[in-house]
């Protein structure tokens, strides 16, 4: 049964060749946290060292003969056999349980797990460049950007100014079309545009809202501005019923716009544009202006989307207030020869930290910025390192997924 269920999902396109690991899952052990990232730990151990327990989303406990697994970080949400659990559930063999990217199979004395990348609707980003003519002089804007997302992932847009993001942002939603490829699964949006579009939110920096419409009004209409045609007046209202639950708005439904805290107004922005449940959804520098306490607030409900299989990609000028919450950064630089917006890096956090030498994403920023800005210049060194580096190992191998390695579970729990 497991096996059928897991070529079907391969013939779909849904899951990577991968390696699968086993956990031995011993009574004695009585609780064992597993999670998307982190590694297993006992319960006991845990005890022992609570700082250095991470953050964990689900927990196994061993009672009365039986397995039970309980969801403790309901935000991110825990699925077994596709169905997402409220509290505790009792497993039962061959059931399967799925936090994020990572899938288990509960076999009554082991624990079957891998994590399994989503083929069907990664982001595939192959730019050649992207120029404008201004007094019939080319000018390129950005050039050579070659990476793949997978749905799940959080990844961080960093670069100093004049490095392309808006420019590589504008490329992948098709706003501003590149000489490019830009493919989610299988499908160009550039020439599925109409049918793709959908797909893909976009939250600017400032907040386009009517300040005199109330909260519901305003998800209202953008439920019937972006929804496909097909759906319901009933299937609208409950969609925004489940936005409002979604971001922490439900008491806020009946006041107006102007009357939002700036932290309220953020929210029901990202609202508006996630109301047709995009794949990709993109956000400029959504926690501009929030304190630190909102920023994180915002920055979790982000981590949230993502969690359900979506792509998030997010510009912020703060990011090592909410660096954690990241999977993925991008990193672009502008070149100091022809003055072109370049891929740096991408890859995960911890291998950004480790390619740039430095702990911080500020510290990275700085070595990119030119002496002018304050920064030390560096752009042109780096870029041609991750350049040299995607030579010898291809982009594929070159874009780090820290999910593979920080979602195996430790055997010697």
Same mark, same amino acid.
């Given at each position: 049964m497991e096996k059928e269920k897991m070529e079907q999902e391969q013939q779909k396109g849904m899951t990577s060749p991968t390696e699968w690991r086993y956990l031995d899952l011993k009574p004695e052990n009585g609780e064992i946290f597993i999670s998307r990232?982190?590694? *297993?730990?006992?319960?006991e151990e845990a005890e022992d060292d609570p700082g250095e327990m991470p953050l964990h989303y689900a927990a196994l406990h061993f009672g009365g003969g039986v397995w039970e697994i309980e969801d403790t970080s309901t935000k @991110?949400?825990?699925?077994? #056999? =596709?169905?997402? /659990?409220? +509290? %505790?559930?009792?497993?039962?063999?061959?059931?399967?349980?799925? !936090?994020?990217?990572?899938?288990?199979?509960?076999? &009554?004395?082991?624990?079957?797990?891998?994590?399994?990348?989503?083929?069907?609707n990664r982001l595939s980003i192959h730019i050649e460049e992207r120029s404008v003519w201004q007094l019939f002089k080319k000018h390129t804007l950005l050039k050579d950007i070659d990476?793949?997302?997978?749905?799940?992932?959080?990844?961080?847009?960093? &670069?100093?100014?004049?490095? =392309? +993001?808006?420019?590589? /942002?504008?490329?992948?939603?098709?706003?501003e079309k590149a000489k490019a490829t830009i493919? $989610?699964?299988? +499908?160009? /949006?550039?020439? %599925?545009?109409?049918?793709?579009?959908? #797909? !893909?939110?976009?939250?600017?920096?400032?907040?386009?809202?009517?300040?005199?419409?109330?909260?519901?009004?305003?998800?209202?209409?953008? *439920?019937?501005?972006?929804?496909p045609v097909h759906y319901t007046r009933q299937e609208r209202e409950r969609r925004v019923q489940e936005l409002l639950a979604m971001f922490g708005l439900e008491r806020e439904a009946e006041e107006l716009v102007s009357k939002l805290s700036g932290g309220q107004r953020k929210r029901l922005s990202i609202a508006v544009e996630f109301v047709a449940s995009p794949d990709l959804f993109i956000l400029d520098e959504p926690d501009s202006g929030l304190d630190g306490v909102m920023a994180r607030e915002l920055m979790e409900y982000l981590r949230q989307i993502a969690d359900d299989r979506k792509i998030v990609m997010v510009i912020t000028h703060t990011p090592d207030r909410v660096i954690d919450l990241f999977d993925k950064v991008?990193?672009? *630089?502008?070149?100091?020869?022809?003055?072109? =917006?370049?891929?740096?890096?991408?890859?995960?956090?911890? $291998?950004?930290?480790?390619?740039?030498?430095?702990d911080s994403m500020e510290e990275i920023l700085l070595?990119?910025?030119? +002496? $002018?800005?304050?920064?030390?210049?560096?752009?042109? *060194?780096?870029? $041609?390192? @991750?350049r040299q580096l995607t030579k010898s190992q291809g982009p594929a191998e070159a874009s780090v997924d820290p999910k593979r390695e920080e979602s195996q579970i430790e055997e010697d729990v």
């Amino acid at each position: 049964m497991e096996k059928e269920k897991m070529e079907q999902e391969q013939q779909k396109g849904m899951t990577s060749p991968t390696e699968w690991r086993y956990l031995d899952l011993k009574p004695e052990n009585g609780e064992i946290f597993i999670s998307r990232f982190e590694e *297993a730990r006992g319960g006991e151990e845990a005890e022992d060292d609570p700082g250095e327990m991470p953050l964990h989303y689900a927990a196994l406990h061993f009672g009365g003969g039986v397995w039970e697994i309980e969801d403790t970080s309901t935000k @991110f949400g825990v699925r077994v #056999n =596709g169905e997402k /659990i409220e +509290k %505790n559930q009792i497993l039962r063999e061959q059931d399967e349980i799925c !936090i994020g990217d990572t899938q288990f199979y509960f076999l &009554g004395t082991q624990l079957k797990y891998s994590h399994r990348q989503y083929t069907e609707n990664r982001l595939s980003i192959h730019i050649e460049e992207r120029s404008v003519w201004q007094l019939f002089k080319k000018h390129t804007l950005l050039k050579d950007i070659d990476l793949t997302i997978y749905p799940g992932e959080m990844v961080l847009l960093l &670069g100093g100014s004049g490095a =392309g +993001k808006t420019t590589f /942002i504008n490329a992948v939603t098709g706003y501003e079309k590149a000489k490019a490829t830009i493919l $989610e699964g299988d +499908k160009d /949006i550039y020439r %599925n545009y109409n049918q793709l579009k959908y #797909n !893909i939110g976009m939250v600017p920096q400032q907040d386009l809202l009517r300040m005199d419409d109330t909260v519901y009004m305003t998800l209202m209409n953008a *439920a019937q501005m972006r929804m496909p045609v097909h759906y319901t007046r009933q299937e609208r209202e409950r969609r925004v019923q489940e936005l409002l639950a979604m971001f922490g708005l439900e008491r806020e439904a009946e006041e107006l716009v102007s009357k939002l805290s700036g932290g309220q107004r953020k929210r029901l922005s990202i609202a508006v544009e996630f109301v047709a449940s995009p794949d990709l959804f993109i956000l400029d520098e959504p926690d501009s202006g929030l304190d630190g306490v909102m920023a994180r607030e915002l920055m979790e409900y982000l981590r949230q989307i993502a969690d359900d299989r979506k792509i998030v990609m997010v510009i912020t000028h703060t990011p090592d207030r909410v660096i954690d919450l990241f999977d993925k950064v991008i990193v672009l *630089a502008k070149s100091t020869g022809d003055h072109v =917006g370049h891929l740096a890096f991408y890859g995960g956090v911890e $291998e950004a930290r480790s390619f740039f030498g430095k702990d911080s994403m500020e510290e990275i920023l700085l070595l990119m910025n030119s +002496k $002018e800005e304050g920064g030390q210049g560096l752009a042109d *060194a780096y870029i $041609e390192k @991750f350049r040299q580096l995607t030579k010898s190992q291809g982009p594929a191998e070159a874009s780090v997924d820290p999910k593979r390695e920080e979602s195996q579970i430790e055997e010697d729990v």
